[in-house]
């Protein structure tokens, strides 16, 4: 019986246990770097978007707040004007679109007022700065006479 001889591996056979060369590192930092990149980049456009979005939305909401205070008021009586609503001021102009008339009621009886249509510009402002210019037509009137009379 033999006795088992200790042999030392040589360095064909060691080669292969080592690990990663140098240029394998490399190209793994080079894959895992584009794979990065094309990330940031994903995320850098969505919180772009969602940024824009958010600043439309803000701008949505100050033209409902504009269009409800200018659709409170009569174009008639109140022709122009500016309110402020927080942050927000408000400023309108009408100009009449056709001339007036009297109303008529569903029987087609004279009604109690004269009315017209107009047309109103509106600019919306916050701390200065014009977020908004929008037009809108809507109805004025006056009243010209009371109930109960012929």
Known sequence: VRAAVMRRPNAA???????????????????????????????????????????????????????????????????????QAGKLLV??????VESLRPNVDQSGWPGFYTVGLYEATIRVMRDGQELQVFRVRQIGWKQVRAGGES
């Open 13 to 83: 056979s060691r080669r292969g246990v080592r690990g990663f060369t140098l240029l394998e590192a490399i190209v793994a930092l080079v894959v895992f770097s584009m794979g990065a990149f094309a990330l940031f980049g994903w995320l850098s456009t969505n919180i772009i978007t969602l940024e824009r979005i958010r600043d439309r939305q803000e701008v949505e909401a100050a033209m409902h707040s504009a269009l409800d205070i200018v659709r409170r008021t009569n174009p008639m009586e109140t022709p122009g004007g500016q309110r």
């Open 91 to 96: 400023s309108w102009t009408s100009e009449p």
